[in-house]
């Protein structure tokens, strides 16, 4: 099986690199040889690589800077997925979509199923919406264009909310975070994992065209925080952990509006794929275990 993943320099991208499976072929794209904005570059390396699968992992996933670059997270987001599903199409590949939680407004106050109506809230989540309505527009229900949406992704290396907390435990005695959103975070361990067992079990069976994966179990930020501070500091990554205010989203105005309960139903796809969910702080624990030191 041969696989184009974009994004290898992201976050994700690099947990999927260190987690390949035996016997895959990987061509792995990050900026400097695939610019997703521009969706001839797209079109261009299917026909060149003629891929089994494009993992497209890479994405703008700047949310409050988006609210100010809307085209490009629009060109990055929706355009790239649609010009894969449309080069696909046409060659006989198929195309597993990275989306996110953020395609919904998070007013519901349960977890989110799958085949749920999106309604972002902010650019990011619109134009993640689009990508993911412009795979399902050029595949139809022919099963290969799929789309795995997760949320609070945090992995060992990258830029995420695990790594910046780890940090600020060290350098400050007090941290206000916001209590008040509700979600899962996400190793890139574990979804790593999930994006190869969906390859894997896609050639020979029917998956779902839309699938969710989070870690097990609900978190608001402030939770992340304070479990930030314990595991740290179990781990001899901390000497003492910051003491932890719980704050509110108005107490932390940002660009772009968050949905305030976007936890994602894993259920299905975690029987699909055979999988059993971890609990965050296990996979947290994980993550901040193989996060380097500075
Ligand atoms: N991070 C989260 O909390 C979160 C939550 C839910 C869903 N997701 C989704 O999960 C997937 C993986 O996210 P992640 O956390 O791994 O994100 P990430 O660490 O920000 O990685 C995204 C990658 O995309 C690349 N990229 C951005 N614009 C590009 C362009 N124009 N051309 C080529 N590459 C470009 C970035 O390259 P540079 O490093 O050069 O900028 C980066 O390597 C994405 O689909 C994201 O939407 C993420």
Redesign the pocket.
């Known amino acids: 099986m041969k696989v184009l993943l974009?994004?290898?320099?992201?976050?994700?991208?690099q947990a999927l690199i260190a987690s390949v499976p035996d016997g895959l072929e990987l061509v792995a794209?990050?900026?400097q040889d695939?610019?997703?904005?521009d969706p001839e570059a797209c079109r261009t390396a299917v026909e060149q690589h003629q891929p089994d699968w494009v993992l497209?992992?890479?994405?703008?996933?700047?949310v409050d800077k988006a609210e100010s670059e809307s085209a490009?997270a629009h060109?990055?987001?929706a355009g790239?997925p649609e010009a894969f599903a449309r080069a696909l199409d046409q060659q006989g590949g198929r195309l597993l979509?990275?989306?996110?939680?953020?395609v919904f407004n998070g007013t519901q106050g349960r977890p989110y199923q799958p085949m749920q109506a999106r309604d972002p809230l902010g650019v990011y989540g619109a134009s993640?919406a689009a990508g993911e309505a412009a795979v399902q527009s050029v595949f139809g229900t022919s099963g290969r264009g799929l789309i795995l949406?997760?949320?609070?992704?945090?992995?060992p290396v990258?830029?995420?909310?695990a790594l910046t907390m780890l940090r600020l435990h060290r350098e400050r005695d007090q941290l206000g975070v916001v209590a008040d959103q509700v979600g899962c975070p996400?190793s890139?361990l574990t979804?790593a994992q999930a994006c190869w067992r969906t390859l894997q079990i896609a050639g020979g069976s029917e998956l779902p065209a839309v699938m969710h994966w989070s870690d097990a179990g609900a978190a608001s930020w402030y939770d992340v925080a304070v479990a930030v501070g314990r595991i740290g500091a179990e781990l001899g990554l901390i000497d003492m952990p910051a003491e932890v205010q719980p704050i509110t989203t108005a107490d932390y105005p940002t660009p772009a509006e968050r949905p305030a309960y976007s936890l994602l139903d894993s259920t299905s796809t975690r029987t699909a794929l055979q999988l059993s969910g971890q609990h965050w702080q296990h996979a947290l624990k994980d993550v901040l275990q193989q996060a380097k030191t500075p």
Do not use: E, M
Request: no cysteine.
């Open positions: 974009t994004g290898a320099g992201g976050q994700l991208g794209t990050s900026r695939l610019d997703l904005a497209n992992a890479g994405a703008y996933t700047a490009l060109a990055v987001n790239a979509q990275i989306s996110t939680d953020f993640k949406r997760t949320s609070w992704v945090i992995g990258g830029k995420n909310f996400t890139t979804l």
